[in-house]
């Protein structure tokens, strides 16, 4: 059997990392920024008010209360501007540019609000309310390096800087196509021996959880030929493909008759629980990754989690490998198959203990969905007591 790192190994020497393309800022979302950007201008460009009141020279307001005539009024946006002579104020709201002459932000709470005259009831000191210029960007500065991941509050900078398109690997496309004669969507009534798909949903949201644009395409049976064709289809749209089902040792194994003859695509049994059954290669003209994973769904979302990930880290240009682990305490004793890893689910505590959920089998969705975390049993332990350190992956 091969071992999961030697899986994992040969997936991230097969992939590789998207080309960086010119993104509009409405589709950089989650994409990797693939240059170095700056700001052309300093962050204010201009000093401004930080608060809705009026600007005034601090030396006037030294004895309040005093009243003062108010010559202008600024709004934030606003051009021409008077400047403020000594005795002089101007109104003015956030983000307003600072006249010249004014030194100081008093804030309306301190004032009576007068529009033609202002009644300062307190004074401020000098430089009160005001942002100046450059304060948060330099001219000329990085605000971004290349590697990042563009996030809500990265998009913000780049727009803030004046970018309308970034230069960035974008978030790879994922078709998720799953077979199996027995599926039938959600929300339909089942038949004698149907179950409803769920592996495709899971795949589709764990694809976009890990980045990544994920696509459910309509599920296949188990006829080898029309899953060529569905996949066929597909393929325009795919930097990879997960699939579901068809690869294990049945009469009707769909995935692993039709690809097998392309000689691009190997299947291995990989030494893990659950998860041994396992496809992996490349399929078309421009060698799209598939990911051929096994249709129990607590080992297609393990399978996702340690080959699936990694590789879609690798090809939006992240660091890539196996995932990160903790190490905490077992509070029950765990079994796992001589020679094989398992990745059993479990709840983690907040004490820094994990538990082991009840319902350990590759099929026990409703297991996996109470779980947070997969401890990770070395293939050479068979078995560990209540109370010993465990790994273990977090979900
Ligand atoms: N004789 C052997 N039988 C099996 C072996 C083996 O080595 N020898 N391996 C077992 C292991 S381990 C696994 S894992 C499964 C993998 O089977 P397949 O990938 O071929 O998947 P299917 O047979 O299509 O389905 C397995 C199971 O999962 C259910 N399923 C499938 N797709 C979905 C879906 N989209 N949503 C929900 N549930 C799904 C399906 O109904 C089956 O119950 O093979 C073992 N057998
Ligand atoms: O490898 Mo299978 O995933 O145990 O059920």
């Known amino acids: 059997m091969k071992s999961v790192d030697a899986h994992l190994a040969d997936i991230l020497a097969t992939v590789r990392p998207l080309a960086p393309l010119e993104l509009e ?13 700056t700001s052309p201008v300093p962050l204010p460009p201009f000093a401004n008010s930080a608060m809705d009141g009026y600007a005034v020279r601090a030396s006037d307001i030294a004895d309040a209360p005093v009243t003062l005539p108010v010559i202008d009024d600024v ?32 804030p309306v709470e301190l004032t009576d ?47 803030g800087v004046g970018r309308r398109r970034v ?32 592996n495709s949903f899971t795949l589709t949201a764990a694809a976009r ?11 296949v049976g188990d006829d080898p030929a029309a899953f060529l064709e569905r996949l066929d289809a597909q393929l325009v749209r795919a930097d990879a493909v997960v699939t579901s089902g068809g690869v294990s040792m049945g ?47 607590v080992s297609s979302f393990v399978s996702f989690t340690l080959f699936v990930r990694p590789a879609l880290d690798k090809m939006r240009g992240l660091p890539a490998g196996p995932p990160a682990t903790v190490t ?17 689910r479990g709840m983690l505590g907040s004490d820094g203990s994990v538990a082991p959920v009840h319902g350990q089998g590759s099929h026990q969705l409703a297991a996996l969905a109470s779980a947070n975390a997969l401890i990770v049993v070395p293939e050479d332990v068979t078995e560990v007591p209540a109370g010993e350190q465990v790994e273990v992956i977090r979900l």
């Open 251 to 297: 009469a009707y194994e769909p995935v692993k008759e039709a690809l097998g003859p392309l000689g691009t695509v190997r299947f291995d049994k990989v030494a893990m629980q659950p998860g041994m059954p396992q496809g992996f290669g490349t399929v078309g003209d421009d060698q799209v990754p598939i990911f051929a994973l096994p249709g129990n769904p």
């Open 113 to 159: 609000g007068g529009t033609v005259q202002v009644r300062i009831d307190e004074t401020v000191r000098e430089g009160n309310a005001i942002r100046l210029a450059g304060e948060d960007v330099q001219a000329g500065a990085v605000v971004l390096k290349p590697g990042t991941v563009i996030g809500p509050a990265q998009l913000g900078i780049i727009a």
């Open 25 to 37: 800022l409405e589709q950089a979302l989650g994409a990797t920024l693939a240059e170095e950007i």
């Open 209 to 219: 959880s890990a980045g990544a644009d994920g696509f459910r395409a309509p599920t």
């Open 328 to 344: 905490v305490r077992t509070t029950a004793s765990l079994r796992s198959p001589a020679g094989k890893r398992s990745f059993l």
């Open 75 to 106: 709004a934030a946006g606003a051009g021409e501007l008077l400047a403020v002579g000594p005795g002089h104020a101007v109104r003015i709201m956030t983000g307003g540019p600072m006249p010249s002459g004014a030194d100081t932000v008093v």
């Open 167 to 198: 230069l960035a690997r974008p978030r790879p496309r994922v078709v998720v196509l799953a077979t199996g004669a027995e599926l039938i969507e959600p929300g339909l009534p089942l038949g004698p021996g149907q179950i409803w798909d769920s």
